[in-house]
């Protein structure tokens, strides 16, 4: 059972839109910042936001981030293709003094 | 550039030990912690623990608190995961990443972890 909830799975099709939701308490996403990773099949976690909406260069602004109370979302817009991968949410829990990441939600490109 | 590389991919049998590496290069080795995250096969991203080379102060999560060791050495810009005593449970890929922490004037803190090791496969099998 991970600290963050992440739905275990979403899909859409090539265009469209797809929302992922992350939620958390108070000592975790509300009092700190959230980041995402994407993992494509076979590699390692590649940061996709920081600081709840930032993207490091080189992330497509298909990708946006937000976050509001306890709860985070990355939505992807124009889905490609290649979008097809895990997303993760993590971000510091200040009562374990340590990270927590979501259970990670499996992207299907229909 | 700035670059994480692990050791290969290791067979081991329950009850035997293991280290594993991450050898960081491209930038001040000293100045981020390095974290480490396990994933379990078909499973999701578990924190583990957290090191900060310069003076190898080292936080672990409570899942992971004697279990294993975290450590590091500065002079050559590498930091270990070890087990003394495996399980086939300990059967998982290993990530080592680099940690970020920036505080603003107000003392709000961003942390992530923008570089992460290729991954170290571990197999405890008898």
């Known amino acids: 059972q991970s600290v963050l909830t992440q739905p275990p799975s979403a899909s859409g099709t090539p265009g469209q839109t797809v929302i992922i939701s992350c939620s958390g308490s108070s000592s975790n996403i509300g009092g700190n910042s959230v980041s995402w990773y994407q993992q494509l099949p076979g590699t390692a976690p590649k940061l996709l936001f920081y600081?709840?909406?930032q993207r490091p260069s080189g992330v497509p602004d298909r990708f946006s981030g937000s976050k509001s109370g306890t709860s985070a979302s990355l939505a992807i817009s124009g889905l490609h293709s290649e979008d097809e991968a895990d997303y993760y949410c993590?971000?510091?829990?200040?009562?374990?003094?340590?990270?927590?990441f979501g259970g990670g939600t499996k992207l299907t490109v229909l | 550039e700035v670059q994480l590389v692990q050791s290969g991919a290791e067979v081991k049998k329950p009850g035997e030990s293991l280290k594993i590496s991450c050898k960081g290069s491209g930038y001040s080795f000293t100045s981020n912690w390095i974290g480490w995250v396990r994933q379990m096969p078909g499973k999701g991203l578990e924190w583990m623990g957290i090191i900060y080379p310069a003076d190898s102060d080292t936080r672990y999560s409570p899942s992971f608190q004697g279990q294993v060791t975290i450590s590091a050495d500065k002079s050559i810009s590498t930091a270990y995961l070890q087990w003394s005593s495996l399980r086939a449970s300990d059967t998982a890929m290993y990530y080592c990443?680099?940690?970020?922490?920036?505080?603003?004037?107000?003392?709000?803190?961003?942390?992530?972890?923008?570089?992460w090791g290729q991954g170290t496969l571990a197999t405890v099998s008898s």
């Open positions: 600081g709840n909406h």
């Open positions: 990443a680099r940690h970020v922490r920036v505080d603003d004037s107000s003392g709000y803190s961003t942390r992530y972890f923008d570089y």
């Open positions: 993590a971000s510091w829990d200040d009562s374990l003094n340590g990270w927590v």
